[in-house]
């Protein structure tokens, strides 16, 4: 049984963690699917497809938490005054 889950997050940042996490969706192993994607600038969407619950749990967990993290660190980088000047690109 495939199990799907779809979220919508709302942040100014969406475009700057779309471009962060993008190169990190596809499959992941054998079991799951994971993609990103953008609605105009500021609504980010994840979709997370898996063949059983522990690979759809792992894969939630693993999503959600860089997501988090992704968001957190931007968060810190704007307060340091080091915002992005340029259009970001991927992480490195």
Do not use: C
């Not at 475009?15 to 054998?30: A, C, D, K, V």
């Amino acid at each position: 049984m495939r199990h799907t889950a779809v979220f919508t997050f709302a942040s100014p940042v969406a475009l700057q963690i779309y471009r962060s996490l993008s190169p990190e969706s596809g499959e992941i192993g054998t079991r799951s699917e994971v993609r990103v994607a953008l609605q105009g600038e500021d609504r980010l969407v994840l979709s997370v497809t898996a063949d059983d619950l522990p690979s759809f749990r792992a894969a939630l967990n693993l999503w959600l938490r860089l997501i988090s993290v992704a968001g957190e660190m931007l968060g810190i980088a704007e307060a340091r005054g080091e915002g992005e000047k340029e259009p970001a690109g991927p992480v490195r």
